[in-house]
């Protein structure tokens, strides 16, 4: 980001009216990246959620491969992948077209200055040093490739801050389950269990803090 601060003074310092070009341009960048980090943050939180169930049904699965071909549960168990693939899939998809979508924004952008220098060097032909126009010409079209990579290094970096805020959030918000405990004293019948079946009775859980089902 230095670099392209750089090479904007050194076309200012060619140019001076280009200044006045930069002022708008510099609104329209920042609005669109205050509105692209919102969005960006959202889609990096919502990847990482997705990815969640994923590991956690493939751990699952390795862990309980032998009861799963045992009681033939493996097209439930693949189908489950499937739809678990396809939420994650959906999400990395979606976050990284908003990346090319950030791209084509940027180099948009820096053809705009492009543009305005090579106008500049067109209107004040015979009175500027052709060494001064070439030179602010090149340093706009080196522009595309480093600021590019300047912001879409930022924005990868404060999106990736979700993982963070989510080990934060987990390690300061989710009480810890209490000590398992086994009831003493409990005859069981020596041909349980006669089946994969597992009943629940009497049991409540909260997906949510203070939402309880």
């Not at 006045?20 to 939180?45: D, N, Y």
């Not at 000590?179 to 041909?191: A, C, L, M, Y």
Request: glycine letters at 6%; proline letters at 3%; one cysteine or more.
């Amino acid at each position: 980001m230095i670099t392209c601060i750089g090479f904007l003074l050194v076309i200012a310092w060619v140019f001076p009216a280009f200044l006045i070009a930069c002022i708008p341009l510099f609104a329209v960048f920042v609005l669109f990246v205050m509105c692209f980090r919102a969005g960006i943050r959202s889609l990096k939180r919502s990847e990482n959620i997705s990815r969640s169930p994923l590991f956690d049904h493939i751990t699952t699965t390795i862990e309980g491969l032998a009861c799963i071909h045992s009681y033939g549960q493996s097209a439930r168990f693949l189908e489950a992948l499937k739809q678990r693939l396809d939420a994650n899939s959906g999400a990395v998809f979606m976050f990284q077209s908003a990346m090319r979508w950030l791209a084509v924004w940027l180099d948009l952008l820096v053809v705009i200055i492009t543009s305005i220098v090579a106008f500049f060097i067109v209107v004040l032909t015979g009175t500027l040093s052709p060494a001064d126009a070439g030179m602010a010409l090149a340093f706009a079209v080196q522009m595309s490739g480093i600021f590019q990579f300047a912001v879409r290094t930022q924005t990868e970096l404060e999106a990736k801050m979700t993982s963070v805020e989510r080990v934060a959030y987990y390690s300061e918000n989710i009480q810890p389950e209490g000590d398992w405990e086994t009831r003493k004293g409990v005859d069981v019948p020596k041909e349980w269990p006669q089946n994969g079946q597992i009943d629940f009775q009497s049991v409540k859980y909260a997906l949510r803090k203070f939402i309880i089902s």
